[in-house]
């Protein structure tokens, strides 16, 4: 069953205050520093926010950080230097803002935080967030698994988890979700945890690690995004099981990289992340510069696939 999707900034007040925009203002200038080009997400990401950039006629100044913090301290004082209009990032980890977000906000430059989250210890540092809510979708992967422990119930589940990126918000969130909810259900137990760096190859090469030491014990796979799992996926085959039904496979992200294992057999759910992020990116910037109040946290619904609907819902699948 999935669940409806809304848009970021979809009220009637949000559209008001947009069309309130004078059309002769200069041009928007935006500083835009991405995290890399890590996963199918992160491309459709980046496509999104470039698409929007250049339908509203905003100049986008865009850093790639190739998942180093220290390239997005450099792009951001960068853009501060270049005195664009908003800044905007998605941060490689969630600590270790505060310096460069203080020069921003020195300089009067406002900075949109997309996809992922930071701690600092002013939130006034930043002025809005656009994103998902990744600890509740940590909390969907394992709810799924835990009603369909229920076709089995006097079975255990020894569960291995691939981790994002060391240090980053979905990394920590999507483990705090799922580890909350299997907390109450003993014989759903993770029984190794390593970080798979949210790539395909590192994916692959972790999950081969875990079953050259506990092939016998695993029974679910919970990757922290759909890149991750394709590539366990590929491990599992080449160790001569079948993913899916030997190893159940429980992914985040929702791309149609999943929804193709889905329709094979080899991916049993996955928990949508919409990286379609763009067109509120943009508004949201236009809606700091002309001075309007926007939302301090911009969230949005999403859905959970499991492979039973896969075949119904991959044509409507964008990304």
Known sequence: MTLTRRTLLGSAAALALA????????????????????????????????????????????????????????AIRSFIAQRVDVIAFSPVVESGWDTVLREAKAAKIPVILTDRAVKVSDPSLYVSFIGSDFVEEGRRAARWLVEHQKKNPNRSYNIVELQGTVGSAPAIDRKAGFAEVIKDHPTLKIIRS??????????????????????????????????????????????????????????????????????????????????LLGPQLIQTAQLVKAGKQVAKRITVDEGVFPAEVAAKEFPNRKY
Request: charged share 25%; with cysteine.
């Open 19 to 74: 069309t309130s925009i004078p059309a002769h203002a200069k041009p928007l200038t935006i500083g835009f520093s991405q995290v890399g080009a890590e996963s199918e997400w992160r491309t459709a990401n980046t496509a999104s926010i470039k698409s929007a950039a250049k339908q509203a006629g905003v100049n986008l100044k865009f850093a790639d950080a190739q998942q180093r913090q220290e390239n997005q301290v450099k």
């Open 194 to 275: 390593q970080t798979g760096d949210f790539t395909r190859a590192k994916g692959k090469e972790v999950m081969e690690a875990f079953l050259k030491s506990d092939r016998k014990n695993i029974n679910v796979l919970y990757a922290h995004n759909d890149d991750m799992a394709i590539g366990a996926i590929q491990a599992i085959e080449e160790a001569g099981l079948k993913p899916g039904k030997d190893i159940l496979v429980v992914s985040i992200d929702g791309v149609r990289g999943a929804f193709e294992a889905m329709l094979q057999g080899k991916l049993n759910v996955t928990v949508e992340c919409n990286p």
